[in-house]
């Protein structure tokens, strides 16, 4: 006997998790799915900064041809996966030396063209070895061969892929993810699947979303009943479930009631708010995070205006630029990506920003966006091994309560869209 289409089902979080899973829920009939949201907007870490008819992307930057879930939103509301042409501008080698590397020196340069073969060779040996991760490749964790516990550094050992790792550090590093003795190895091969690994070496395959990521997912909350502004401060579940708190912008108190709720925001912070029994709180609160902070910076006269600077892909890098971009070439308007520690202050930070703007000839002007995102949920190797995806999925509509999100999966937008879908197929059928 199936769920009833007529129940009300509240997702708490509008970004591409709780959406996607009220698409999903309204596409298998569910007419009462109400999505609350603490702020005033939707997307979550899919945000766009938006001036001049330009935008410039402060989360999610880029897809490729295989995140087939992702393109399939995107046609709904029609938007089509757009690949920037080449900046035609001169490229200064002036400043390698000093570890600054321009973005048309990836390739070859440092990686040079004597590593080729040795990569094509390691990723045809990955695609050898991908059958035998199948699991990983779904949904969810809760699968996973029991190797993909260990850091990833230890499985680049284990099989030799020392200079794949290498090709994969720009996306995995750079893009927020932390450093590979620290990370689970079951995260980093995710991340990149057969198809994302060919990504690698077919740069045609990536895209970015010329209207703007954020602009996804506000076409398609459109089309949802989605409440913006609201403060949970207190979720009880019982017989059914009763959401109280206030609005963000008018101060008044709200109370609904629901059939069931799915956490689609962080679920540490959902402690915070949820009538978290002993499991929940010993769970959740087992989640870690990485401090990434993303800035949008006037510059004028940068001499290397797409970048990227390898030795700071360790923790010596902290605090520093690793990797940066002109996404609208000319306009003098520079997006910066950095790991901080938690303590490192914003002052700190932009002053690290400005020595590396002058060191690389350039003058720094106004801060328009900065943003310090809570990244990557994830918990540690020792979590891992000890079967924390088992007991989380074990739990999926325990006491009217589900998970989804970047923990369920990876903070990438397709995995997260693809367990939501998931979710709605295993659970809500």
């Known amino acids: 006997m199936g769920m009833d289409r007529n129940e009300r089902i509240a997702i708490i979080g509008a970004g591409a998790a709780g959406i996607s899973l009220a698409v999903a829920l ?158 689970p190895a079951g995260y980093v ?42 403060d949970i401060r207190e979720l009880r579940r019982g017989s059914g479930v009763r959401i109280r708190g206030v609005s963000r912008l008018s101060g008044e108190p709200f109370s609904f009631d629901f059939d069931r709720v799915v956490l689609a925001c962080p679920v540490d912070d959902a402690l915070g708010f949820l009538d978290a029994d002993d499991e929940e709180k010993e769970l959740y609160s087992r989640v870690l995070y990485k401090d990434y902070r993303v800035y949008l910076k006037r510059v004028s006269g940068l001499r290397v205006p797409a970048g990227f600077a390898p030795e700071r892909f360790t923790r010596a890098g902290i605090g520093k630029p690793m990797i940066w971009d002109e996404r609208v070439p000319g306009s003098g308007i520079h997006t910066f990506y950095l790991l901080g520690d938690g303590a490192l202050s914003d ?28 990244y990557y949920p994830h918990v540690s190797s020792q979590d891992y091994s000890a079967a924390w995806y088992k007991r989380f999925e074990a739990r999926q509509g325990a006491r009217r309560c589900y998970v989804c999100g970047e923990i369920a999966s990876f903070s990438t937008v397709e995995r997260v869209i693809r367990y939501s879908r998931d979710l709605a197929e295993r659970l809500f059928a």
């Open 347 to 374: 002052a700190e930070v932009e002053a690290n920003l400005d020595e590396d703007i002058r060191t690389m000839g350039g003058v720094g002007g106004e801060v328009l966006a900065k943003l310090r995102w809570k």
């Open 189 to 230: 091969l995710k991340f990149f699947d057969p198809g994302v690994m060919r990504s690698l070496a077919l740069q045609g395959k990536f895209f970015k979303w010329k209207e703007g990521v954020q602009t996804l997912w506000e076409r398609l909350a459109a089309g949802l009943d989605l409440r913006y502004s609201l």
């Open 26 to 183: 309204k596409d298998a009939g569910y007419a009462r799915v109400t999505v609350l949201e603490r702020e005033a907007e939707p997307g979550g870490k899919c945000k766009t900064y938006r001036q001049g008819g330009h935008n410039w992307e402060l989360g999610a930057i880029l897809g490729t041809s295989d995140y087939k879930d992702t393109l399939d939103l995107m046609a709904r509301v029609g938007m089509k996966p757009y690949r920037s042409p080449k900046p035609s501008r001169p490229v200064d080698d002036s400043f390698i030396a000093r570890g600054y590397w321009p973005m048309e020196r990836l390739f070859p340069g440092w990686i040079r063209l004597e590593e080729l073969p040795v990569a094509l060779g390691q990723i045809a040996r990955y695609h050898a070895l991908a059958p035998r991760y199948a699991a990983i490749y779904g949904a969810g964790h809760a699968d996973a061969p029991d190797e993909l516990a260990l850091p990833f550094q230890e499985w680049v050992d284990r099989y030799r892929m020392g200079t794949l790792a290498k090709v994969m550090s720009i996306p995995y590093i750079t893009f927020g993810y932390g450093y590979y003795d620290e990370a």
